[in-house]
């Protein structure tokens, strides 16, 4: 039977078929979006817990990490961010893995993921400078670039001692 509903999404009333995602109801475009969407994410938190299994080399996550992730996810933090900030955590950083980290996995998360977005966003810049370095005559890219380099590292080296 066709029933009168509220779209979640676009909040159109409508009389007929509602589709139905976690306890919500959906037009069917809308319904595809979500779906779509919730795919995506999937995707996304599937790509996060192989690096973790990858990092610790287990082959089932805790739940309570998977809990403080999901509460990090709530409070507005993305799939990609968190991933990104493990990475850089193990990764760049080499801190040493230790099995106890998966009980504090959210504490990492908030310390460094402000700095993983700086990281990020500098490696962007770098590598934006150096693709831009060699579109210059051969002559003056040798210069360019050692003058580039250098300044460069000077800042790195600074952000490590100001933490
Ligand atoms: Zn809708």
């Given at each position: 039977m066709y029933k009168k509903f509220t779209c979640q999404l676009c909040g159109v009333n409508k009389t007929g078929l509602s589709y139905l995602v976690d306890k919500k109801n959906y037009c069917y475009s809308c319904y595809e979006k979500v779906i779509s969407q919730k795919q995506a994410q999937e995707?996304?938190?599937?790509?996060?817990?192989?690096?973790?299994?990858?990092?610790?080399?287990?082959?089932?996550?805790?739940?309570?990490?998977?809990?403080?992730?999901?509460?990090?996810?709530?409070?507005?933090?993305?799939?990609?961010?968190?991933?990104?900030?493990?990475?850089?955590?193990?990764?760049?950083?080499?801190?040493?893995?230790?099995?106890?980290?998966?009980?504090?996995?959210?504490?990492?998360?908030?310390?460094?993921?402000?700095?993983?977005?700086?990281?990020?966003?500098?490696?962007?810049?770098?590598?934006?400078?150096?693709?831009?370095?060699?579109?210059?005559?051969v002559k003056r890219t040798v210069n360019v670039r050692k003058s580039s380099l250098v300044k460069k590292q000077k800042d790195f080296n600074y952000k490590i001692e100001d933490l």
């Open positions: 995707e996304k938190s599937q790509e996060l817990y192989n690096l973790i299994k990858d990092i610790f080399k287990i082959d089932i996550i805790p739940q309570f990490t998977i809990d403080s992730i999901s509460q990090e996810i709530k409070k507005g933090k993305t799939w990609n961010g968190i991933k990104e900030t493990i990475n850089y955590y193990y990764n760049v950083k080499y801190y040493e893995v230790k099995e106890n980290d998966l009980l504090y996995i959210s504490t990492i998360i908030n310390r460094y993921y402000e700095e993983t977005y700086q990281y990020l966003k500098k490696q962007k810049e770098v590598q934006k400078a150096n693709e831009s370095v060699d579109l210059t005559p």
